[in-house]
Nanobody, 123 residues
């Protein structure tokens, strides 16, 4: 079983950058595709990005394309979300999630979740 712990959130001004990390425990990390989701107050959880187990394929929601980059280091069991040119609308709790096999943009396809990390972007 894989357990997930996010870190790297914080308060940043608009236009700034943050890098989120998701550390996974468990030997089967390389068998899982990973996703990042976010949830703002009063809104539903939203897909942000995902990556296959090999890192060979990625996906992004349109609103972050060109600004966010997902990557993974299977030797360290870590998935990253590099966030550049942050906007106030990016403010949310960011969650990483894992699922075996291919990735998905649907939150209900993921059974494993981290506790979340808060990202706040001030204008």
């Amino acid at each position: 079983q894989v357990q997930l712990v996010e870190s790297g959130g914080g308060l940043v001004q608009a236009g700034g950058s943050l890098r989120l990390s998701c550390a996974a425990s468990g030997r089967a990390f390389t068998m899982y595709s990973m996703g990042w989701f976010r949830q703002a107050p009063g809104k539903e959880r939203e897909f942000v990005s995902a990556i296959t187990w090999s890192g060979g394929s990625t996906d992004y929601v349109d609103s972050v394309k060109g600004r966010f980059t997902i990557s993974r280091d299977n030797a360290k069991n870590i998935v990253y979300l590099q966030m550049n040119d942050l906007k106030p609308d990016d403010t949310a709790v960011y969650y990483c999630a894992a699922r075996p096999g291919t990735y998905s943009s649907r939150s209900y396809d993921y059974a494993l979740w981290g506790q979340g990390t808060q990202v706040t972007v001030s204008s």
